[in-house]
Nanobody, 121 residues
Framework: VQLQASGGGLAQAGGSLRLSCAVSGGTFSNYALGWFRQAPGEEREFVAIIGWDFATKYANSAKGRFTVSKDNVKKMVYLEMDRLTTDDTAVYYC????????????????WGQGTQVTVSS
């Protein structure tokens, strides 16, 4: 399974960005697809996940601002990020695991290469 994240870039505080992740290999509809992020000097942290059944879970920092979605036909997963703050600056990674929601990064089997998000004040 390969994942390719894209859509990062520079945004103003209060603005929006939409990240995309293309997934190839495996059976897409069987995967839970998560987003993690890693700021400089920090641990990689959970942001959001969508399960095989479209159930979702968000980190507290993402609730009410970020929306995770997926398209089983296009084999894409998305992270819509609104009301961005400078604290959202990080490299964002998409990841896949079997079916079920999990927030622990060690329980993911496949990772994309990351896309940089920088939010300026």
């Amino acid at each position: 399974v390969q994942l390719q994240a894209s859509g990062g870039g520079l945004a103003q505080a209060g603005g929006s960005l939409r990240l995309s992740c293309a997934v190839s290999g495996g059976t897409f509809s069987n995967y839970a697809l998560g987003w993690f992020r890693q700021a400089p000097g920090e641990e990689r942290e959970f942001v959001a996940i969508i399960g095989w059944d479209f159930a979702t879970k968000y980190a507290n920092s993402a609730k009410g601002r970020f929306t995770v979605s997926k398209d089983n036909v296009k084999k894409m997963v998305y992270l819509e990020m609104d009301r961005l703050t400078t604290d959202d600056t990080a490299v964002y990674y998409c990841a896949a695991r079997w079916r079920f929601i999990e927030t622990t990064r060690g329980r993911y089997d496949y990772w994309g290469q990351g896309t940089q998000v920088t939010v300026s004040s």
